[in-house]
């Protein structure tokens, strides 16, 4: 399985930025993606996930009514859709799939491939 991010960037606070996760090579139909970031001195934090079967999402606090997550079938994609971006949402971007899983669950110990990371900066 591979995973390949794109769509991170600096924008100003209030701002929007789109990431994709393409997935390739799932035996499965079945999986979880999940979004994950990490801010330099800070702890990672899952953000969001959704099951490709079920269709349910998870998402963080910090980020509801903020952030949506949605999945292209066809191409094996997730999107995150990120609207009203604050400066504590600077961090570096993960996606990672959990193959053969179909709750949406943000759980870390459930997901064994992770993207390269992308870099999102948030300007006051």
């Known amino acids: 399985v591979q995973l390949v991010e794109a769509g991170g960037g600096l924008v100003q606070s209030g701002g929007s930025l789109r990431l994709s996760c393409a997935a390739s090579?799932?035996?499965?139909?079945?999986?979880?993606i999940g979004w994950f970031r990490q801010a330099p001195g800070k702890e990672r934090e899952g953000v969001s996930c959704?099951?490709?079967?079920?269709?349910?999402?998870y998402y963080a606090d910090s980020v509801k009514g903020r952030f949506t997550i949605d999945i292209d079938h066809a191409k094996t994609t997730v999107y995150l859709q990120m609207n009203n971006l604050k400066p504590e949402d600077t961090a570096v971007y993960y996606c990672?799939?959990?193959?053969?899983?179909?709750?949406?669950?943000?759980?870390?110990?459930?997901?064994?491939?992770w993207g390269q990371g992308t870099q999102v900066t948030v300007s006051s």
């Open positions: 959704i099951s490709s079967t079920t269709g349910n999402t």
């Open positions: 090579g799932f035996i499965y139909d079945y999986y979880v």
């Open positions: 990672a799939s959990a193959e053969g899983v179909t709750t949406a669950t943000i759980a870390p110990q459930w997901y064994d491939i």
